[in-house]
């Protein structure tokens, strides 16, 4: 169970029964792919999704290399795939300044892996 009090920053952990079942709080629990904390940081969702579209794009890498497509393909398969899992469900997540700057910044990451084959052929 995760608390959260904005008046008393000192919720003592105890656990409490209900309906027969044992609860214990947590600072940290994940929602349908969102981390919730009892601050309302938005900073393990923001990695959680950054790690998984690097991890995305690094599938994709390979993948361009065996078939040989065209580096603009491999671009729309990005877009298509890998930017969707950073932007899912934010419009539903309230994102400070520097949130936003940072999933910015991190989104074009996995796109400079896809396209770094722009060179070469």
Request: proline share 4%; with cysteine; charged share 30%.
């Amino acid at each position: 169970m995760l608390v959260r009090d904005p008046i008393n920053k000192s919720i003592a952990k105890q656990t409490q029964e209900i309906n027969g079942g044992l609860i214990t709080p947590v600072d940290t629990m994940k929602y349908l792919g969102t981390y919730l904390t009892s601050e309302l940081s938005r900073r393990d969702t923001i990695k959680a999704r950054c790690k998984q579209a690097i991890r995305n794009a690094k599938g994709l890498i390979p993948f361009t290399k065996k078939t040989k497509i065209h580096w603009k393909i491999a671009k729309l398969i990005y877009k298509m795939m890998i930017s969707p899992s950073i932007t899912y469900g934010l419009n539903v997540v309230a994102l400070t300044k520097s949130n936003r700057t940072r999933l910015r910044v991190r989104k074009k990451d996995p796109e400079r892996y896809v396209t770094s084959r722009k060179k070469s052929t």
